[in-house]
């Protein structure tokens, strides 16, 4: 395996500077809008000659991560994952629900009922099924998303975003898009219907073989670099914080 190969084979001295490999990482979607620049900056004067290929959905993750081909995955956390990856913990968050500035909503107690008679956007996601949403004993969340049917299902969140500044079309969105200027332009958050609150855990996955990589180890540092100016600029604590808390 190319991967595995590359990182047997590294010279005893790894110089960042120098260094001329290539990481493949799966991250979703929103995450990438604000993650990726960040790293690109970051390694632009680092590691200048190291080359990423990003993809938001990849087939068969978890068997490309233990055979090599693929090196991270940057995901909101699965219910279930194979014995061997290893898990870290970068964030929690909780989803929002996205609408234009001037949307009937806007300013008004929010029922599952109420909003429901609005059109909902749902942004297509593989793993959809499979994420793990935190919630109380006591929520409906659950249950009543899987009510909403959808009016329009798409891809790209682009286009989502574009249907909700443009009507009356509501979306349940993936966590931290408003922290993004040129994405919450003319857009509000409204409350989660009858005071839902629900969270996602995000996670950096991986194999444990990076371990013996030491390009694998300065990229997962750079990762996690970004990761925390995020955080200490949107007034978060500090990751080591959440992982001693779980």
Not at 9 to 24: A, H, L, Q, R, V
Not at 215 to 231: T, Y
Request: aromatic share 8%; hydrophobic share 40%; charged share 20%.
């Amino acid at each position: 395996v190319l991967q595995s190969i590359q990182g047997i084979f590294e010279p005893m001295i790894f110089d960042p500077s120098t260094y001329t490999g290539e990481f493949k990482l799966l991250i979703q979607g929103h995450m990438g809008i604000w993650l990726v620049p960040a790293l690109t900056e970051c390694l632009s004067t680092r590691a200048p000659h190291i080359r990423l290929r990003v993809l938001s959905r990849e087939e068969n993750s978890f068997e490309q991560l233990s055979n090599g081909k693929l090196d991270f995955i940057l995901q909101a956390e699965l219910h279930h994952y194979p014995e061997e990856l290893q898990r870290t913990i970068i964030g929690y968050a909780p989803p929002m629900l996205l609408a234009r500035k001037g949307h009937p909503l806007e300013g008004k107690p929010i029922t599952w009922e109420v909003a429901r008679q609005f059109p909902h956007v749902q942004l297509i996601v593989d793993e959809l099924a499979d994420i793990h949403f935190i919630t109380g004993k006591q929520s409906s969340f659950i249950r009543n998303m899987d009510k909403a049917v959808p009016n329009l299902r798409v891809d790209q969140l682009s286009t989502a975003i574009q249907v909700i500044r443009k009507s009356d079309y509501l979306f349940p969105a993936p966590p931290l898009l408003m922290v993004q200027d040129d994405i919450s332009t003319e857009l509000i958050t409204l409350p989660l219907p009858e005071g839902e609150e629900v969270s996602l855990r995000y996670v950096m996955v991986n194999h444990p073989r990076v371990a013996d990589s030491m390009a694998h180890n300065f990229l997962r540092q750079q990762i996690i670099g970004v990761i925390e100016h995020f955080r200490k600029k949107h007034h978060l604590p500090p990751l080591a914080e959440l992982q001693d808390g779980n």
